[in-house]
């Protein structure tokens, strides 16, 4: 019996988790979304969906699921919750203290300081993390003077 009820409440959870991609797959491209959450589409130079997690202190990372928008002095990060975009992170490039790419395998997470607060972040693409995206965005920031910072260990999953 509690086989079938953890294996339920997996089930449960999985989906939750897919519909919510799904969700922030089409926020992307959402004009008003991102209006309302205060950055004109026009300002925006990269949309793209990503999966974050920003960590403050040791404690473990919570990955979400988020957009990813980029314009020519900021990036921001939004969750989408009950239908709107929430900022989780926002950050203009001379708040930025560094920038590097973790390899593991085929695959890089892009890791951004400011302060003490550490950001993993893997852009995605067709459905899955986009390592030619988590370049661009990282010769992007080195190009707008963020200087390289020695990667960390592969935050996360």
Same mark, same amino acid.
């Given at each position: ?6 294996? &339920?409440? &997996? ?8 519909? $919510?991609? @799904? #969700?922030?797959?089409? *926020?992307?491209? $959402?004009?008003?979304?991102? %209006?309302? *959450? !205060? ?5 925006? @130079? ?7 997690? +920003? ?9 979400? $699921? ?23 992170? %926002? ?6 203290? !560094?920038?590097?790419? %973790?390899?593991?395998? @085929? ?7 400011? !302060? ?10 067709? !459905? ?7 370049? +661009?965005?990282? %010769?992007? &920031? @080195? #190009? ?5 910072? #020695? ?7």
């Amino acid at each position: 019996m509690r086989i079938a009820l953890l294996c &339920l409440a &997996l089930v449960a959870s999985n989906l939750a988790a897919a519909s $919510n991609y @799904r #969700e922030v797959t089409k *926020a992307v491209g $959402n004009d008003q979304l991102l %209006q309302s *959450a !205060g950055v004109a589409p026009t300002d925006a @130079r990269l949309r793209a969906q990503c999966s974050a997690a +920003v960590m403050d202190s040791d404690d473990p990372p919570e990955f979400f $699921n988020c957009v990813y928008v980029q314009t020519d002095k900021s990036l921001n990060l939004f969750s989408l919750e009950d239908g709107y975009l929430m900022s989780e992170l %926002q950050l203009t490039l001379p708040t930025i203290d !560094g920038v590097a790419l %973790q390899h593991s395998g @085929r695959w890089t997470q892009l890791q951004i300081w400011s !302060g003490q607060r550490v950001t993993a972040l893997y852009i995605h693409g067709n !459905g899955w993390i986009d390592p030619k995206q988590n370049d +661009v965005v990282y %010769q992007w &920031l @080195r #190009e707008h003077g963020v200087r390289e910072h #020695e990667p960390v260990a592969w935050i996360g999953p």
